[in-house]
Nanobody
Framework: QVHLVESGGGLVQAGGSLRLSCAAS????????MGWYRQAPGKQRELVAA???????TYADSVKGRFTISKANAMNTVYLQMNSLKPEDTAVYYC?????WGQGTQVTVSS
């Protein structure tokens, strides 16, 4: 079993930055890919960024060049550095590992 806990969300003005963290516990040896998803009100949950245990990353087009996903050496902590935030980045951000999801953390970007 894997347990995920996100932290680092909050309210920020457009153009600002936030750093999200996802702490994984339990059977972390089984984790090959971890990702950050987000869900805005009235919209479907979408992939923001993902990283493999080998360090390969992928990003949604909407965040390329602004967001960076990284991890600790072991897949026990994954980060999402978000720069140049826009109001449209406002959403609940969820950490994911396989079938496991964190509880979500709210990110609100004011214009």
């Amino acid at each position: 079993q894997v347990h995920l806990v996100e932290s680092g969300g909050g309210l920020v003005q457009a153009g600002g930055s936030l750093r999200l963290s996802c702490a994984a516990s339990g059977s972390i040896f089984s984790i090959n890919v971890m990702g950050w998803y987000r869900q805005a009100p009235g919209k479907q949950r979408e992939l923001v960024a993902a990283i493999t245990s080998g360090g390969t990353t992928t990003y949604a087009d909407s965040v390329k060049g602004r967001f960076t996903i990284s991890k600790a050496n072991a897949m026990n902590t994954v980060y999402l550095q978000m720069n140049s935030l826009k109001p449209e980045d406002t959403a609940v951000y969820y950490c994911n590992a396989g079938r496991k999801w964190g509880q979500g953390t709210q990110v609100t970007v004011s214009s």
